[in-house]
């Protein structure tokens, strides 16, 4: 698969730190499955668990780091898959690590973002940017779907001012466990 920036083709960016009116107006007509999945502040794979029922494991694409003096940076492209290999959500990670002894360092990498901060115990703070509306030739192919695909920026601060920018691209069949388990709550 491409990590071409120029195969992702937006139909909608809405930057999340915008006028709060228009912010509550696209809010508002979003349906809360939807909302649930993209402007959660809480762990994405522990929401796809709980979906799903299964348990969530990543396999890495690609994954670089750099060391330019007191900066480290690392770079990741990963899919978060179910126990029966459907894929749930591609995301790419920019890793900016501002100190040398870090506990960052003991984060696995085989591991979910979010899994491995709470595994370490490494408090972090989320702040949602950008939600994307878009298409992608190559994600379509992947998904085996021909809908367009949700999406989010986001930024995971911790310790001594380091971040991590993640993108995370949503495949379609999230919304079908939504309903799948809402159909299942109605029946008890």
Known sequence: MKFDVNTFHPICILSLKQNK????????????PLKITIINEG?????IQYLTSQDISIKVLQQN????????????YVWLETSIYTKMTFARSLWTIKEKELQINNIKRNLPIGQSFIKTKIDTNKN????????CKDLEKELRSKKAIWGRKYQLNYEYNSFILIQEFFSPEIMFFFNNNSNKERKV
Do not use: A, D, W
Request: proline fraction near 0%.
């Open 65 to 76: 780091e750099k060391k330019c003096q007191k900066i480290q940076r690392r770079i990741r």
């Open 43 to 47: 762990s994405h794979t522990r929401l």
């Open 21 to 32: 009116f228009i912010n509550n107006k696209v809010s508002k007509s979003i349906k809360i």
């Open 128 to 135: 949602i940017n950008e939600l994307y509306y878009f298409y």
